[in-house]
């Protein structure tokens, strides 16, 4: 893989070459490519490359090229929250020392630090099929995500000092000021669908945004993906050594690696879902964190329980920072329900600051 991160960068398939590819690659002469768009990100844009290579030579069959987003709304926001630099400095640094977890395997990657502009070459977990947070979550594959999340954070923990670069110290990009901003447009963008439940949670932490965040991100000794979520997880045959790929890392930070756990498990599942296996999940997060683990079951229902308004919050301020969609919106507001469910059904407003408990 190509450390500098000013090396060549392209904007979109149609810029590469055989002698691009050949070169970033690293694995064999490429002779013939083939692109199609695949994923459904709003922040970048994702192709899979399926590549013939000249007789003697062999490398992977097919990669999937990752570059800045072509809707100018998006990219500004991208751009303006370091999510392209993150990236490809988290391939770059970080990713190497990650080895045996299921973070998909990168060939290249790199950026324009004038511009911004960016692209990633990684691995394809083709046949592995992509999750879909709009559908939910089935039992086989929740516990897949929790258990390979788990086995993540043992190994971060087992590897000192990998969190303490100061690009992964992002702290909050939003404060209170301007989480409100946000969610006074998305409180009238979507006022005929929000539900009074869900607004007693809103209007909550947009109250005491500052305070809970202070609070929520007192931990700094993990790595957070940032958006753990099913349409960032390709999942292959459930036994396999294959049976997750955890992709879309532009939201990588030092924090609480459990908000990626209560942030899956409250929007990932159904709600009557998440109600049923929410105790096998938590186990099983728990588990997989290992025998050394100075971590206790309850510790982790606690954090969850702390930490399940990331995904509120998420579902505000991303919903306002992308460019608007017809299956944006059926997300955005998906994930609102669940997430407000699950703070609801954990008395998490109790532990929020200067709040008062619903109902």
Excluded at 126 to 153: C, F, M, S, Y
Excluded at 176 to 187: D, K, P, S, V
Excluded at 274 to 283: A, I, K, M, S, V
Aim: charged content about 20%; proline content about 4%.
């Amino acid at each position: 893989m190509n450390n500098p991160i000013d090396n060549s960068v392209v904007e979109h398939p149609s810029e590469l070459t055989t002698e691009w590819l050949t070169a970033a690659l690293g694995r064999g002469t490429v002779v013939a490519f083939e692109y199609k768009p695949v994923g459904t990100g709003q922040v970048s844009d994702c192709y899979r490359l399926t590549l013939d290579y000249a007789p003697g030579d062999t490398g992977p069959g097919s990669v999937v090229l990752k570059v800045a987003a072509a809707d100018p709304t998006s990219r500004q926001t991208a751009a303006m929250m370091g999510l392209y630099e993150s990236e490809v400095r988290f391939y770059n640094e970080i990713v190497p020392q990650l080895t045996g977890t299921s973070i998909a395997p990168c060939y290249y990657a790199a950026i324009d630090a004038e511009t911004g502009v960016f692209d990633l070459i990684i691995g394809d977990a083709a046949p592995a099929v992509p999750g879909d947070e709009i559908r939910g979550a089935g039992l086989d594959q929740a516990t897949i995500a929790v258990r390979e999340l788990g086995r993540l954070h043992s190994t971060v923990a087992g590897v000192p000092d990998l969190v303490e670069v100061d690009w992964l110290d992002r702290g909050s990009m939003i404060t209170q000021e301007l989480f409100q901003q946000l969610y006074a447009i998305f409180a009238e963008r979507y006022s005929t669908v929000i539900t009074a439940e869900q607004k007693v949670v809103c209007d909550a932490i947009a109250a005491n945004f500052d305070e809970y965040i202070e609070m929520a991100n007192a931990d700094q000794s993990g790595l957070v993906h940032g958006d753990y979520r099913l349409d960032n997880m390709l999942f292959g045959e459930v036994d396999s050594d294959n049976a997750l790929t955890i992709v879309d890392w532009q939201g990588a930070m030092r924090g609480p690696g459990i908000s990626d756990l209560s942030y899956f498990i409250g929007g990932a599942l159904h709600t009557p879902d998440r109600r049923t296996h929410y105790d096998h999940l938590l186990q099983t997060y728990h588990e997989a964190l290992g025998p050394d683990s100075q971590v206790t079951l309850e510790d982790v229902r606690q954090q969850v329980r702390v930490q399940s308004f990331k995904g509120v919050i998420m579902s505000i301020a991303a919903s306002i920072s992308v460019v608007q969609t017809e299956r944006g919106d059926h997300l955005f507001m998906t994930t609102l329900a669940r997430h407000c469910d699950h703070v609801l059904d954990t008395d998490a407003l109790e532990a929020l600051p200067g709040a008062k408990a619903f109902g």
